[in-house]
């Protein structure tokens, strides 16, 4: 058991970055998970994945594998080492709590298992489901043993994994571990076995409104309730960006009571971005008061390329 997940990697040579990782969750992306967000390859105050795409947040520094839905927290969703090695590091000890409270930049990875692969790479997994650790500092591990279950600890919102890898020490990007820092096409080096598939396709700034918002409130930030009364209108957003003709975009909302609402619609002629929306009126007597939870999807020929979670407190 660990208070930090500190890194320290001895400085041996790496060797050559040759393909070496594999997929590290149980499920099957677009079906039941999905890469959320990629490594932050823009070295300044931008934010660029590897393709020079946005599908990234500012410094994010590793591979963020998503679930579609909450309840595969209680369902329980391994995560697999990626590759065989050594552990180093664990912590098990972190509720999981969406409202990351008592979360401070020590503990931000939540649950986690750090593994050294004996090349000069090591791989940190973050966000663990409380009590779902099963291996131990020391312990060696061979690809695809189980490390423990995706769940809602550390520094998140939704369910999902975020996995970092090192060299030396330093954040390498696996889609571009040579060139980490810059940003360019899909022919780059990797280092995953199976490269998953690339969806340039985004969707991000989701949120809970009183309004159908428009452009200057969605990225000035002043969109977005945390809260609502009773009596407002309740609308989910997001930005799509980049859809293709044919996609399908849903929107939903739920609440103490179940489906507040769904809607779902097919993009024909998208441009480069959007703002879908979708919301109803307060119901006579007031929404009941709680937590309520939007989820805005982006699917394309029968997969789900792109997911967005929301929240929303009725007081």
Known sequence: MIRHLTILV????????EPFLDWPVDCTPGLTCFIEDYV???????????????????????TDIALFSFDDVARGVSVRAAADGVVRRTRDEMPDDRLMRGVTDQTACGN???????????????????G????????????GDPLGLIGLS????HPHLHMTVYRNGA???????????????LAQATLWTDPPVYHRTLLRLAGFSDGVPDYD?????????????????????????????????TLTATGPEGEVFRQTRVMTNP?????????????????????????????????????????????
């Not at 932050?40 to 990234?56: E, H, I, V």
């Not at 000035?220 to 407002?232: E, I, K, N």
Request: with cysteine.
């Open 40 to 62: 932050d390859n823009d070295p300044g105050q931008g934010a660029k994945d590897f393709t020079c795409g946005l599908n990234t947040r500012d410094a994010h520094k590793g």
């Open 171 to 185: 954040v390498v990007d696996p889609f571009r571990p040579e060139a980490t820092g810059s940003c360019g096409g």
């Open 217 to 249: 409130a969605l990225r000035g930030g002043t969109a977005r309730r945390d809260v609502l009364r009773p009596d407002q209108p309740m609308v989910v957003y997001a930005e799509a960006g980049y859809a293709e003709h044919g996609d399908v975009i």
């Open 112 to 130: 986690a298992v750090l593994i050294a692969h004996g090349n000069g790479y090591e791989t940190l997994y973050c966000h663990l489901r409380l």
């Open 154 to 157: 550390g520094q998140t919102t």
């Open 271 to 315: 441009r480069a971005s959007q703002l879908p929306a979708f919301g109803k009126r307060a119901p006579d007597g007031g929404w009941p008061a709680g937590e309520y939870l939007g989820q805005i999807t982006l699917t394309r020929d029968g997969q789900i390329i792109a997911n967005r979670w929301a929240h929303v407190t009725v007081e």
């Open 132 to 143: 779902s650790v099963t291996v131990a500092p020391g312990q060696t591990v061979a690809a």
């Open 10 to 17: 001895a400085a041996a040579s790496p060797l050559a970055a």
